[in-house]
């Protein structure tokens, strides 16, 4: 693996942002900006060996900055959303940054997606990194996050996250990547396995109950491979309520790498499994997205043009004892992974 610089634009602040290509021998390449620790590109080969772009993105900073819906970007400190932006932690309520109606999502105003992260190249990938003070976006404790990209020569791109804090907290990242593995059109024609039985009752303001839902047999049931259009504009109110699936399962891994789903695009020869060990997958088919400026295509991106499968904890986490525990401590590290291994399939 070959790692490149280029100045990729530049801050209102006049701070320079730099974009990062990571390549590999066979020419497969992928590409991070510091901005927000952005997932820019991924460049693979398909069938006879045709290379695309399978990650929607902008080809300029000014997309990034202007962007609200997270495209490649890391989020946090807590990915996706908290009820009523607010929890109690050691007696103490803490009030959050309400950026989803009376909810806080990805962070809220301050989230860790419009930030200009620190960077540092090595032999073994990229390493960013970010401090962020205590009481921003009304979280506890100073934390020290950092995010690192290894792109391996079998195509699979790692991303490790690691965090410290001084103080009892919460922290939930994940990479908000949305694929498309033909690199054109929509995803509704990909299929998709989930090797999970259960995934999350949200209410109308997506945010957990607390119950767990058996999907066997339902619209929402991917154990055997399934494309996302079959079911996406059935009258159900899940699927109405998020213009189709917004929805997280269960990935029982016991915080060991595991596989939590698999993308494959027949039609380019493209797959994608995503491992990781974290608790959670989120499954978006990006019914909401509408890019304030036009994309890679020359366009701007609408409902179903990509897909996110959002390794995470649960949402809503800190109201739901029953979830696993995403509480950082001053003697504890965040140390999870998510592993994007790409494959070509004829």
Same mark, same amino acid.
């Given at each position: 693996?070959?790692?490149?610089?280029?100045?990729?634009?530049?801050?209102?602040?006049?701070?320079?942002?730099?974009?990062?290509?990571?390549?590999?021998?066979?020419?497969?390449?992928?590409?991070?900006?510091?901005?927000?620790?952005?997932?820019?590109?991924?460049?693979?080969?398909?069938?006879?060996?045709?290379?695309?772009?399978?990650?929607?993105?902008?080809?300029?900073?000014?997309?990034?900055?202007?962007?609200?819906?997270?495209?490649?970007?890391?989020?946090?400190?807590?990915? =996706?959303?908290?009820?009523?932006?607010?929890?109690?932690?050691?007696?103490?309520?803490?009030?959050?940054?309400? =950026?989803?109606?009376? =909810?806080?999502?990805?962070?809220?105003?301050?989230?860790?997606?419009?930030?200009?992260?620190?960077?540092?190249?090595?032999?073994?990938?990229?390493?960013?990194?970010?401090?962020?003070?205590?009481?921003?976006?009304?979280?506890?404790?100073?934390?020290?996050?950092?995010?690192?990209?290894?792109?391996?020569?079998?195509?699979?791109?790692?991303?490790?996250?690691?965090?410290?804090?001084?103080?009892?907290?919460?922290?939930?990242?994940?990479?908000?990547?949305?694929?498309?593995?033909?690199?054109?059109?929509?995803?509704?024609?990909?299929?998709?396995?989930?090797?999970?039985?259960?995934?999350?009752?949200?209410?109308?303001?997506?945010?957990?109950?607390?119950?767990?839902?058996?999907?066997?047999?339902?619209?929402?049931?991917?154990?055997?491979?399934?494309?996302?259009?079959?079911?996406?504009?059935?009258?159900?109110?899940?699927?109405?309520?998020?213009?189709?699936?917004?929805?997280?399962?269960?990935?029982?891994?016991?915080?060991?790498?595991?596989?939590?789903?698999?993308?494959?695009?027949?039609?380019?020869?493209?797959?994608?499994?995503?491992?990781?060990?974290?608790?959670?997958?989120?499954?978006?088919?990006?019914?909401?997205?509408?890019?304030?400026?036009?994309?890679?295509?020359?366009?701007?991106?609408?409902?179903?043009?990509?897909?996110?499968?959002?390794?995470?904890?649960?949402?809503?986490?800190?109201?739901?004892?029953?979830?696993?525990?995403?509480?950082?401590?001053?003697?504890?590290?965040?140390?999870?992974?998510?592993?994007?291994?790409?494959?070509?399939?004829?």
């Amino acid at each position: 693996m070959k790692i490149t610089k280029r100045v990729f634009g530049y801050a209102a602040s006049g701070e320079p942002v730099f974009l990062f290509r990571l390549v590999l021998d066979n020419g497969a390449y992928a590409e991070i900006c510091n901005y927000g620790a952005t997932l820019v590109s991924v460049v693979v080969p398909g069938k006879k060996g045709r290379f695309n772009d399978v990650v929607l993105g902008y080809t300029s900073l000014d997309g990034y900055i202007s962007d609200t819906c997270y495209l490649g970007a890391t989020v946090g400190r807590f990915a =996706n959303r908290i009820g009523d932006a607010q929890f109690h932690l050691n007696g103490k309520l803490y009030q959050l940054e309400q =950026n989803d109606g009376e =909810n806080t999502n990805h962070g809220g105003f301050s989230g860790f997606h419009k930030k200009i992260w620190d960077y540092e190249i090595k032999d073994s990938g990229l390493v960013l990194t970010l401090e962020s003070p205590d009481g921003e976006g009304g979280y506890p404790g100073n934390i020290r996050v950092e995010v690192s990209y290894t792109f391996t020569e079998n195509m699979c791109l790692l991303i490790h996250y690691k965090g410290r804090t001084d103080r009892d907290t919460y922290l939930n990242l994940t990479n908000h990547a949305y694929f498309n593995l033909s690199g054109t059109g929509n995803i509704l024609d990909h299929k998709l396995f989930i090797p999970s039985a259960y995934m999350l009752d949200t209410t109308q303001q997506y945010i957990p109950t607390g119950e767990m839902i058996p999907v066997r047999n339902t619209v929402f049931d991917f154990s055997a491979p399934m494309c996302l259009g079959t079911h996406i504009h059935e009258p159900l109110p899940q699927l109405i309520w998020n213009k189709g699936y917004n929805h997280c399962y269960e990935v029982r891994n016991n915080k060991k790498i595991a596989l939590a789903a698999e993308l494959t695009c027949e039609e380019s020869g493209r797959s994608l499994e995503v491992h990781t060990t974290l608790p959670g997958i989120l499954l978006y088919t990006a019914g909401f997205l509408d890019s304030a400026l036009p994309g890679k295509s020359g366009s701007r991106y609408s409902p179903y043009e990509g897909v996110c499968l959002e390794a995470q904890y649960f949402p809503d986490t800190p109201h739901h004892a029953n979830f696993p525990s995403c509480l950082l401590t001053p003697v504890d590290e965040y140390d999870e992974q998510i592993e994007y291994r790409f494959k070509i399939v004829e």
